[in-house]
């Protein structure tokens, strides 16, 4: 009899489906945020008819984001993000002895880019390709060089914040990207990446005021961080 009883429950119990975590239908859909970090390389655009002597170097900083996105499959996202980065750029005049024979400048941004991304490869390395556009604020400048003296021929240095002048300044920054890299599927719910990114800025960083000379800073970015998957 419980030989009976066993042969006609067991059958019944093995069908029955075992508790455990549910699996998402579709795994590469979903939002994910992370953290990112990298190095940021400026230029500064302007034109060459200004200060015939003095030439533009391009200056190393930093760039820091918290991205968030949203995968719609395994080949195409859009993506956010909240960013912190520094555009800066030195110069010297080849007349040294002329106002102001180097200097170097620092500018700090908060930035947003929103973004598409198209990615292609296999299940864990993937290429992709980004582009999109960004908008920000200019937050904080610092400069340091040295000056001639206005009574004789004694270079004085300096090291200050740059005050903003809102007839001068403009503080709002905007422009396009574009961006290349690799991902790779560490796990169900992490992805890590690496990518470079170029920033071409479409605002002037001065107003339409006396003495304007366009200048824009354009920004190589290369960066590597992860995306936490849920």
Request: neutral net charge.
């Amino acid at each position: 009899m419980f030989a009976a009883f066993s042969m006609s429950v067991l059958p019944v119990m093995a069908e029955q489906p075992h508790d455990g975590p549910e699996k998402k239908e579709n795994p590469d859909k979903g939002w994910g945020i992370g953290i990112s970090a990298g190095y940021a390389n400026n230029m500064l655009s302007i034109p060459d008819a200004y200060d015939y002597d003095r030439h533009y170097s391009a200056g190393d900083g930093f760039y820091v984001a918290v991205p968030v996105k949203y995968n719609f499959n395994d080949w195409f996202a859009l993506s956010g993000e909240l960013a912190a980065v520094s555009k800066n750029y030195s110069s010297y005049r080849s007349m040294q002895m002329m106002a102001y024979p180097w200097e170097k400048v620092e500018n700090y941004y908060l930035s947003v880019p929103v973004y598409a991304q198209f990615s292609f490869g296999g299940k864990k390395l993937r290429g992709f390709v980004n582009a999109g556009i960004y908008a920000g604020a200019w937050l904080y400048s610092h400069r340091r060089g040295e000056s001639l003296g206005p009574f004789d021929s004694v270079l004085y240095p300096y090291d200050e914040a740059v005050p903003f002048d809102s007839r001068r300044d403009n503080r709002f920054d905007a422009g396009l990207l574009a961006g290349l890299g690799l991902k790779y599927r560490a796990a169900s719910c992490v992805e890590i990446f690496a990518e470079g990114r170029y920033m071409y800025a479409l605002t002037d960083m001065q107003k339409q005021y006396r003495g304007h000379i366009p200048r824009y800073s354009n920004t190589m970015v290369v960066q590597a961080g992860a995306v936490f998957m849920f």
